[in-house]
């Protein structure tokens, strides 16, 4: 059952000038829910949340909020004092003895941090990366006493592994409410039991997650059978990807399996791939990159030391490892705009290689996106007989006909990159390397990318923190732990997930913290066991008073509705503490292994 309710909006609409974003919106939240918001960029997304939140009035309908629910917002917008310190933006007031032996407070440092060091907390938030400002700013958000948090984009600038541990926290805290606008399906899947999809100023709800989300809108287009046939032929094709390749969601179908195997019956697999190896080995030859005994500085520093590796034609890689690692210096090297320092690369003759980096390179601000687009070529190969105008490939890429005459001075950050990848795919490279590439992309773009890259016959090389692009696009990875080597990970990210668990301290001062900390999260996870047990016991009694007294008035239909209410509130509370308890045990277990 639902717990208590939280927030509710009332035929809400809003609109900035003439373009309606949000029209009679009516929906609620409830204790406990995760709620996940999928929709173009620009489509009200942002908007939403921050009338939800009382940041943004709306134009008309209104807003009911329980007395005292306490609802914070983590925006894409920073507005954090600079000149404040660390410590304060997170903690506030609150004592170090106090926070020091929070267990919540030291988990959400350590998920997000990786600890919690005197230097990180005494920095000003102007010394701060951009990354290091977005976790300071979701730290504050998750240590606060909160029913209910909206996240807008949490996922951007966290790697794989924050990632992967924020969608356990959120999971875990079972009474805390989280709505979460992201493009990371992946975290979509894990987190969320419902999607809102705003569309057209409406919002609609689908139970579930992204994989479910995926499932009924396949189920939709194909019960309206009218037109856009192109974009119900992407909903297949992801579906279809769903249930046969991503291994993470076969083993939990979270939708009817039956209903998606008929609709993906006669859809193909995404890619062919004996159909786009014999064409990239006929543009490609045998040789891509060769690295033989390869070492890697940045000025005096190590970064990668006795590399080898062999890139193939046709090959699909994904790249993963923790920020720093030398991601994007290794494919740099690779393009040999880093030289080693000891080793060699060899690169095949035939490569013709492009880069999407995370850096856009300047344009020309007046040209039109078409213009910008014809200035490489008119048309491109992608292999296998398929051409495409840049008229066509700009549409694929989310231009439509009159975004392709807009002026590119007017283009947002993530139209900007969307642009820069359409140029770098009409130079017809055959080599395509790729650095984070979904950053500031919509789900619908995402897909779209997808479907386009399963047609790309050349290698491909992808760095991505999202997990839910590698899995689609990729299909071998090799990690970069941080000790300057080079992983093959034949069981995927999840192989990665484990190495790193694995990756032992060095700093005698942190195994001694770690150790401490942990020692302190088992009582404190003891005591939350304890005071379960109690309730429960409590609850039991009550229970059973209240099933006599039922017995009792059963003539007294007045008195006996009032006792049916009563005991169905107990009986919810005991199911809430049952599983909290259940949680707390399997945490203990994990802690004392």
């Given at each position: 059952?639902?717990?208590?309710?939280?927030?509710?909006?009332?035929?809400?609409?809003?609109?900035f000038d003439i373009r309606p974003l949000l029209e009679g919106v009516s929906l609620g939240v409830n204790e406990g829910e995760r709620i996940g918001i999928v929709g173009r960029n620009g489509g009200g997304k942002s908007t939403l949340l921050k009338i939800m939140a009382g940041s943004e009035s709306p134009d008309a309908g209104r807003i009911a909020k329980a007395g005292s629910v306490n609802i914070g917002i983590l925006s894409q917008a920073d507005d954090v004092d600079?000149?404040?310190?660390?410590?304060?933006?997170?903690?506030?007031?609150?004592?170090?003895?106090?926070?020091?032996?929070?267990?919540?407070?030291?988990?959400?440092?350590?998920?997000?941090?990786?600890?919690?060091?005197?230097?990180?907390?005494?920095?000003?938030?102007?010394?701060?990366?951009?990354?290091?400002?977005?976790?300071?700013?979701?730290?504050?958000?998750?240590?606060?006493?909160?029913?209910?948090?909206?996240?807008?984009?949490?996922?951007?600038?966290?790697?794989?592994?924050?990632?992967?541990?924020?969608?356990?926290?959120?999971?875990?805290?079972?009474?805390?409410?989280?709505?979460?606008?992201?493009?990371?399906?992946?975290?979509?899947?894990?987190?969320?039991?419902?999607?809102?999809?705003?569309?057209?100023?409406?919002?609609?709800?689908?139970?579930?997650?992204y994989s479910a989300y995926v499932l009924s809108k396949a189920e939709r287009a194909r019960q309206e059978t009218v037109e856009d046939g192109k974009r119900n032929m992407l909903i297949r094709k992801e579906l279809a990807w769903l249930r046969r390749g991503a291994p993470a969601r076969t083993a939990k179908p979270k939708f009817r399996i039956e209903a998606a195997n008929t609709l993906i019956a006669n859809e193909p697999p995404p890619r062919n791939e004996t159909e786009l190896l014999n064409f990239a080995a006929n543009r490609l030859g045998n040789t891509v990159f060769e690295i033989h005994q390869a070492s890697i500085k940045i000025g005096d520093k190590p970064i990668l030391d006795g590399l080898y590796w062999n890139v193939g034609p046709g090959d699909r890689i994904g790249i993963v490892g923790v920020n720093g690692a030398g991601k994007t210096t290794l494919i740099r090297a690779l393009l040999g705009q880093i030289k080693v320092s000891a080793g060699k690369i060899?690169?095949?003759?035939?490569?013709?290689?492009?880069?999407?980096?995370?850096?856009?390179?300047e344009l020309d601000p007046s040209w039109r996106v078409l213009e910008a687009v014809e200035k490489i070529?008119?048309?491109?190969?992608?292999?296998?007989?398929?051409?495409?105008?840049?008229?066509?490939?700009?549409?694929?890429?989310?231009?439509?006909?009159?975004?392709?005459?807009?002026?590119v001075g007017e283009l947002s950050g993530g139209?900007?990159?969307?642009?820069?990848?359409?140029?770098?795919?009409?130079?017809?490279?055959?080599?395509?390397?790729?650095?984070?590439?979904?950053?500031d992309f919509d789900?619908?773009?995402?897909?779209?990318?997808?479907?386009?890259?399963?047609?790309?016959?050349?290698?491909?090389?992808?760095?991505?923190?999202?997990?839910?692009?590698?899995?689609?696009v990729c299909d071998g990875f090799v990690g970069l732990l941080g000790d300057g080597k080079l992983r093959d990970l034949p069981g995927g990210?999840?192989?990665?997930?484990?190495l790193r668990a694995q990756v032992p301290s060095n700093n005698p001062t942190t195994v001694s913290k770690n150790k401490t900390s942990k020692i302190l999260e088992i009582r404190e996870v003891k005591k939350e066991i304890a005071k379960s047990e109690r309730q429960i016991t409590k609850l039991d009694s009550e229970i059973l008073e209240l099933e006599s007294k039922q017995e009792e008035l059963a003539f007294d239909h007045e008195k006996l509705s009032l006792i049916m209410e009563e005991l169905a509130t107990r009986i919810t509370c005991r199911s809430h503490t049952e599983e909290a308890w259940l949680l707390a045990n399997s945490r203990l277990e994990e802690l004392e292994n």
């Amino acid at each position: 059952m639902a717990g208590r309710n939280l927030l509710n909006l009332e035929a809400v609409s809003k609109a900035f000038d003439i373009r309606p974003l949000l029209e009679g919106v009516s929906l609620g939240v409830n204790e406990g829910e995760r709620i996940g918001i999928v929709g173009r960029n620009g489509g009200g997304k942002s908007t939403l949340l921050k009338i939800m939140a009382g940041s943004e009035s709306p134009d008309a309908g209104r807003i009911a909020k329980a007395g005292s629910v306490n609802i914070g917002i983590l925006s894409q917008a920073d507005d954090v004092d600079e000149d404040a310190i660390v410590r304060d933006v997170v903690l506030g007031e609150t004592e170090v003895h106090e926070w020091a032996g929070n267990v919540k407070v030291r988990e959400v440092l350590n998920g997000l941090f990786g600890g919690f060091s005197e230097e990180l907390l005494d920095r000003k938030i102007s010394q701060l990366s951009g990354g290091e400002r977005r976790r300071v700013n979701l730290a504050k958000l998750l240590i606060g006493d909160f029913d209910l948090v909206l996240l807008d984009e949490p996922t951007n600038h966290l790697d794989v592994e924050g990632v992967s541990w924020l969608a356990s926290y959120i999971k875990r805290t079972t009474k805390l409410a989280v709505v979460v606008i992201t493009h990371d399906r992946w975290f979509l899947d894990e987190v969320s039991e419902q999607i809102w999809e705003v569309v057209d100023g409406k919002v609609l709800a689908y139970e579930g997650g992204y994989s479910a989300y995926v499932l009924s809108k396949a189920e939709r287009a194909r019960q309206e059978t009218v037109e856009d046939g192109k974009r119900n032929m992407l909903i297949r094709k992801e579906l279809a990807w769903l249930r046969r390749g991503a291994p993470a969601r076969t083993a939990k179908p979270k939708f009817r399996i039956e209903a998606a195997n008929t609709l993906i019956a006669n859809e193909p697999p995404p890619r062919n791939e004996t159909e786009l190896l014999n064409f990239a080995a006929n543009r490609l030859g045998n040789t891509v990159f060769e690295i033989h005994q390869a070492s890697i500085k940045i000025g005096d520093k190590p970064i990668l030391d006795g590399l080898y590796w062999n890139v193939g034609p046709g090959d699909r890689i994904g790249i993963v490892g923790v920020n720093g690692a030398g991601k994007t210096t290794l494919i740099r090297a690779l393009l040999g705009q880093i030289k080693v320092s000891a080793g060699k690369i060899t690169t095949g003759v035939t490569v013709k290689a492009a880069l999407l980096s995370q850096h856009l390179e300047e344009l020309d601000p007046s040209w039109r996106v078409l213009e910008a687009v014809e200035k490489i070529a008119n048309q491109v190969q992608l292999g296998n007989g398929k051409e495409l105008t840049a008229s066509q490939l700009c549409e694929k890429l989310g231009f439509n006909t009159d975004l392709q005459w807009t002026p590119v001075g007017e283009l947002s950050g993530g139209e900007r990159r969307r642009l820069q990848l359409t140029r770098l795919l009409m130079d017809s490279p055959n080599v395509l390397l790729l650095d984070e590439p979904t950053n500031d992309f919509d789900v619908e773009t995402l897909t779209a990318l997808e479907d386009l890259l399963d047609s790309f016959g050349g290698t491909l090389l992808v760095i991505s923190h999202d997990r839910y692009f590698l899995e689609r696009v990729c299909d071998g990875f090799v990690g970069l732990l941080g000790d300057g080597k080079l992983r093959d990970l034949p069981g995927g990210i999840d192989e990665y997930l484990r190495l790193r668990a694995q990756v032992p301290s060095n700093n005698p001062t942190t195994v001694s913290k770690n150790k401490t900390s942990k020692i302190l999260e088992i009582r404190e996870v003891k005591k939350e066991i304890a005071k379960s047990e109690r309730q429960i016991t409590k609850l039991d009694s009550e229970i059973l008073e209240l099933e006599s007294k039922q017995e009792e008035l059963a003539f007294d239909h007045e008195k006996l509705s009032l006792i049916m209410e009563e005991l169905a509130t107990r009986i919810t509370c005991r199911s809430h503490t049952e599983e909290a308890w259940l949680l707390a045990n399997s945490r203990l277990e994990e802690l004392e292994n």
